[in-house]
T-cell receptor, first 118, second 113 residues
Framework: GAGVSQSPRYKVAKRGQDVALRCDPI?????LFWYQQALGQGPEFLTY????????KSGLPSDRFFAERPEGSVSTLKIQRTQQEDSAVYLC????????????????FGPGTRLTVL | AQSVTQPDIHITVSEGASLELRCNYS??????LFWYVQSPGQGLQLLLK??????LVQGIKGFEAEFKRSQSSFNLRKPSVHWSDAAEYFC???????????FGAGTRLFVKA
């Protein structure tokens, strides 16, 4: 597709349920990022993949959060035993990756999945 | 620790008036700096970025920003605001390579006729 897509766009879960959020990055983009955006806040980094390798998961708030990208393309963010504090918009972004040197690759963001935990 | 501060939670300007959104950052070295815009129901869109060189950078939609090292600031400006500019604006800082971007809390811009 032309941009990053995420599904579902909206998800309502009862407290304690497991949820899975999907991200389809731009074709050919090597890097993939997940962010959590609470109401009235800026996005906060959760985790980062380069191809299928998860290089940084320091932003995941607890061991209930798990992300994978098994084939280096589509990624899934899974939240187990959801809690009310997990309610937020979850943003996915992808970028090209350039090896070597100091370089920047613009991150392209998807529209997000709004998760509401009741 | 790196951080980004946007002092204004919301700003209201009249259509056609000038705009300045403030951003201050805390970072050990010269950072990569960005401004993003987020419209309701839309993803974040990059307005402009600063890596090095000329401290005044031009972006899309008529926006510009100036990097001032001495003030640790990267303020966003637009000479004449349009009603379609009403949105949430985020300042952000990143490591080398653009990995692990740190965002400010955002400034919501309201435009009145």
């Amino acid at each position: 597709g032309a941009g990053v897509s995420q599904s579902p766009r909206y998800k309502v879960a009862k407290r304690g349920q497991d949820v899975a959020l999907r991200c389809d990055p731009i074709s050919g983009h090597v890097s993939l990022f997940w962010y959590q955006q609470a109401l009235g806040q800026g996005p906060e980094f959760l985790t980062y993949f380069q191809n299928e390798a998860q290089l940084d998961k320091s932003g995941l708030p607890s061991d209930r959060f798990f992300a994978e990208r098994p084939e280096g393309s589509v990624s899934t963010l899974k939240i187990q035993r959801t809690q009310q504090e997990d309610s937020a918009v979850y943003l996915c972004a992808s970028s090209l990756w350039a090896s070597g040197g100091v370089s920047y690759n613009e991150q392209f963001f998807g529209p997000g999945t709004r998760l509401t935990v009741l | 620790a790196q951080s980004v501060t946007q002092p204004d939670i919301h700003i209201t300007v009249s259509e056609g008036a000038s705009l300045e959104l403030r951003c201050n950052y805390s970072y050990g070295a010269t950072p990569y700096l960005f401004w993003y815009v987020q419209s309701p129901g839309q993803g974040l869109q990059l307005l402009l970025k600063y890596f090095s060189g000329d401290t005044l950078v031009q972006g899309i939609k008529g926006f510009e920003a100036e990097f001032k090292r001495s003030q640790s600031s990267f303020n966003l400006r637009k000479p004449s605001v349009h009603w379609s500019d009403a949105a949430e604006y985020f300042c952000a800082v990143a490591h080398t390579g653009g990995f692990k971007t740190i965002f400010g809390a955002g400034t919501r811009l309201f435009v009145k006729a």
